[in-house]
């Protein structure tokens, strides 16, 4: 118990730095990109010459990457996130009200891979046919073949919702790894054996295969999440779907250095919880198991 | 039976790399016009003995842009993954072999890098490049951008194997009787390293290529008039239906085929590596 509740805690400590890195990593790119220092606000004729140097003075206080980062922590650990350059809105405010369209679009996208990768999978194992293999290898092999962003024109082109277009894009890289788990499991001497012996199908799936699976199966589906947030960039930024996709790719074109720190914050959090969160589960199956 | 058929894709993967390839270095002689003409008096034509795809919107001959786009991305994508595979060898090659705190910093480097998904990452630094330059120079920092910020996967499997030859019989062996430690990382790691090194470089080039083509397609790819498979792909954001102009689809279709025959090629190398 002692144990577990260390690794917890090193687990914790260990996403903490690398959350904060993160951002840390992000506010440097944005320091250092060429043209960081022109603000085109200054340009507006309608400033006075007391407005346009207050806006100086304001990108004076970001010029000192560590400096910037501390305040902006501080402040962030009083609720406030700052305002985005680009939207002049506060991004606490453009976050929580694109946050609901996002996790809707990967949760349903993740389910869909998610389902279609089990199912083919399953069926693949049960029915050992060399042509449904090929088939779906075939299928899967394709999809990993075309650029995220081209799916999701093809979404636009077709109609169909962006959902659908994570879901190809996460499919091809689950339903491998799914595939490969489940016929090494049902190639297992015992399973064979049970098979030979006349067991039910779904017994020996939810006895013998899942609790050997189950755990390596959590820890790609944390990945998916990963490889998932990645594709909401291109398609909420082509699809026009308002979602934190969307404004991670206006911020990084507009150099929002508030909106981008932001950003990388939350997308390496969830990253991390979700590798973590299935590793943990992935644990507690296999202590179960033992 | 698996076997024979695998060799067969491979051996058909590599008879259309070859093909795709001689193409392309011979697009000087198939489109000599080259990819940034204008034939203003067939804007959007279809497909004509002239132009086999079609022109663009501005009247560009689209056969010549995907020749040349083919030569861009075949040949800088090898060269990005060569770059990256190059780090990942300096960075986890060596902390593998060095063990102990340099091991616990690289590890912990590559992972902050991992955290972030792989086309967030690349979008955000692409971004934050300078995006108004030459084509030429666009093309450079597209692909160095994905060298430099490709290598954190292959790293960590560089960092695993060194460490496992860090402990293996030969390496103890050969400090016991007094190699110094560089003589022993050049002539019996290193080599030891090269099947996944290959390996590494092979996986890379079809994730750069479809990178590139993402980057591409949201314009922070290679800029015009230069093409690339990426600019190419973006003539389908404004695409109505796909009977209307199904032409359009063929940069995607040889896209497909020659990311296919790379994964083909890469089957092989990985059973090498393993």
Same mark, same amino acid.
């Given at each position: 118990?002692r144990?577990?509740r260390?690794?917890?805690?090193?687990g914790?400590l260990?996403?903490?730095?690398?959350?904060l890195?993160?951002?840390?990593l992000s506010?440097?790119l944005?320091?250092m990109?060429?043209g960081?220092?022109?603000?085109?606000?200054?340009l507006d004729?309608h @400033?006075?010459?007391?407005?346009?140097?207050a806006l100086?003075e304001?990108?004076?206080?970001d010029?000192?990457?560590?400096?910037?980062?501390?305040s902006?922590m501080?402040?962030a650990?009083?609720?406030?996130l700052?305002?985005?350059?680009?939207l002049?809105?506060?991004v606490r405010?453009?976050l929580r009200?694109?946050a609901p @369209?996002?996790?809707?679009?990967?949760?349903t996208?993740?389910a869909?891979?998610w389902i279609?990768?089990l199912?083919?999978a399953l069926?693949?194992?049960w029915?050992r046919?060399s042509i449904f293999?090929?088939?779906?290898t075939?299928v899967?092999g394709?999809?990993?073949?075309i650029?995220?962003?081209?799916l999701?024109?093809?979404s636009v082109?077709?109609n169909?919702?962006g959902?659908?277009?994570?879901? @190809?894009i996460v499919?091809?890289?689950?339903?491998r790894y799914?595939?490969?788990?489940l016929?090494?499991?049902y190639s297992?001497p015992?399973?064979?054996?049970?098979?030979?012996?006349?067991l039910?199908e779904a017994?020996?799936l939810f006895?013998?295969?899942v609790p050997?699976?189950?755990?390596q199966?959590l820890?790609?589906?944390?990945?998916?999440?990963?490889?998932?947030?990645?594709?909401?960039?291109p398609?909420?930024?082509l699809c026009g779907?308002?979602g934190?996709?969307q @404004?991670?790719w206006q911020?990084?074109?507009?150099?929002?250095l508030?909106?981008?720190?932001?950003?990388?914050?939350?997308v390496?959090l969830?990253?991390?919880?979700a590798?973590?969160?299935?590793?943990?589960?992935g644990?507690?199956?296999r202590?179960e198991?033992? | 039976?698996?076997s024979?058929?695998?060799?067969?894709g491979?051996?058909l993967?590599c008879?259309v790399l070859?093909?795709?390839?001689?193409?392309?270095?011979? =697009?000087n002689?198939?489109?000599?016009?080259?990819y940034?003409?204008?034939?203003?008096d067939a804007?959007?034509?279809?497909? *004509?003995?002239? #132009?086999?795809l079609g022109?663009?919107?501005?009247g560009?001959? !689209?056969?010549?842009r995907?020749?040349?786009?083919t030569r861009i991305s075949l040949?800088l994508?090898p060269a990005?993954?060569?770059l990256?595979?190059?780090?990942a060898a300096?960075?986890?090659?060596?902390?593998?072999?060095?063990?102990g705190?340099?091991?616990r910093? =690289?590890?912990?480097?590559?992972?902050l890098?991992?955290?972030l998904?792989w086309?967030?990452l690349?979008?955000?630094?692409?971004?934050l490049?300078?995006?108004?330059?030459?084509?030429?120079?666009?093309v450079l920092?597209t692909?160095?951008l994905?060298?430099?910020?490709g290598?954190?996967t292959?790293?960590r499997?560089l960092?695993?194997?060194?460490a496992?030859? !860090?402990?293996?019989d030969f390496?103890?062996q050969? !400090?016991?009787?007094?190699l110094?430690?560089? !003589?022993?990382?050049?002539? #019996?790691?290193v080599?030891?390293?090269?099947?996944?090194?290959?390996?590494?470089?092979w996986i890379?080039?079809p994730?750069?290529i479809?990178?590139e =083509?993402n980057l591409?397609?949201?314009g922070l790819?290679?800029?015009?008039p230069m093409?690339?498979?990426g600019s190419?792909?973006?003539?389908l954001?404004g695409?109505?239906?796909v009977?209307?102009?199904?032409?359009?689809?063929?940069p995607l279709?040889?896209?497909v085929?020659v990311?296919?025959s790379?994964?083909?090629?890469l *089957?092989r190398?990985e059973?090498?590596a393993a």
């Amino acid at each position: 118990m002692r144990s577990l509740r260390k690794t917890i805690a090193g687990g914790a400590l260990t996403l903490l730095a690398t959350v904060l890195l993160g951002g840390l990593l992000s506010a440097t790119l944005v320091r250092m990109a060429p043209g960081f220092s022109a603000d085109e606000r200054e340009l507006d004729p309608h @400033l006075n010459a007391q407005s346009v140097h207050a806006l100086r003075e304001a990108k004076q206080r970001d010029h000192n990457i560590v400096r910037f980062y501390f305040s902006y922590m501080n402040r962030a650990l009083h609720g406030d996130l700052g305002t985005s350059l680009a939207l002049g809105q506060p991004v606490r405010t453009l976050l929580r009200d694109r946050a609901p @369209l996002t996790l809707r679009l990967l949760s349903t996208g993740l389910a869909l891979a998610w389902i279609l990768s089990l199912t083919l999978a399953l069926t693949s194992a049960w029915l050992r046919l060399s042509i449904f293999d090929a088939l779906t290898t075939i299928v899967s092999g394709t999809f990993l073949c075309i650029p995220a962003a081209v799916l999701a024109l093809l979404s636009v082109l077709w109609n169909v919702p962006g959902s659908l277009a994570i879901a @190809l894009i996460v499919f091809p890289r689950s339903y491998r790894y799914a595939s490969n788990l489940l016929m090494k499991a049902y190639s297992r001497p015992h399973i064979v054996a049970a098979r030979s012996r006349g067991l039910g199908e779904a017994r020996i799936l939810f006895w013998h295969v899942v609790p050997v699976v189950a755990p390596q199966l959590l820890a790609v589906a944390g990945v998916s999440v990963s490889v998932a947030v990645g594709a909401a960039i291109p398609v909420e930024a082509l699809c026009g779907l308002p979602g934190i996709g969307q @404004l991670a790719w206006q911020a990084a074109l507009a150099r929002d250095l508030p909106m981008l720190v932001n950003i990388t914050i939350l997308v390496t959090l969830v990253t991390l919880l979700a590798n973590s969160g299935a590793d943990a589960m992935g644990q507690v199956l296999r202590g179960e198991e033992a | 039976m698996r076997s024979a058929s695998m060799n067969l894709g491979r051996k058909l993967a590599c008879a259309v790399l070859v093909l795709v390839l001689a193409a392309s270095a011979a =697009a000087n002689w198939l489109a000599p016009a080259g990819y940034a003409r204008q034939y203003r008096d067939a804007t959007s034509a279809p497909p *004509s003995r002239t #132009h086999w795809l079609g022109t663009d919107e501005i009247g560009r001959d !689209r056969f010549a842009r995907l020749l040349y786009g083919t030569r861009i991305s075949l040949l800088l994508a090898p060269a990005a993954a060569f770059l990256s595979t190059l780090m990942a060898a300096f960075i986890g090659g060596l902390a593998g072999y060095l063990g102990g705190a340099w091991a616990r910093i =690289a590890m912990a480097v590559t992972d902050l890098f991992l955290s972030l998904p792989w086309l967030f990452l690349l979008i955000t630094a692409r971004a934050l490049m300078p995006l108004n330059v030459s084509p030429l120079v666009s093309v450079l920092v597209t692909f160095l951008l994905l060298g430099l910020l490709g290598w954190t996967t292959a790293a960590r499997v560089l960092c695993t194997t060194a460490a496992s030859l !860090r402990s293996s019989d030969f390496v103890r062996q050969a !400090r016991a009787v007094g190699l110094p430690g560089q !003589r022993l990382f050049w002539i #019996h790691v290193v080599p030891n390293l090269k099947p996944v090194l290959y390996a590494q470089f092979w996986i890379s080039i079809p994730v750069f290529i479809l990178s590139e =083509a993402n980057l591409g397609i949201l314009g922070l790819g290679v800029a015009e008039p230069m093409p690339s498979w990426g600019s190419l792909l973006k003539e389908l954001e404004g695409m109505v239906s796909v009977g209307e102009e199904p032409w359009k689809f063929v940069p995607l279709i040889l896209l497909v085929v020659v990311v296919t025959s790379f994964q083909l090629l890469l *089957s092989r190398q990985e059973e090498i590596a393993a």
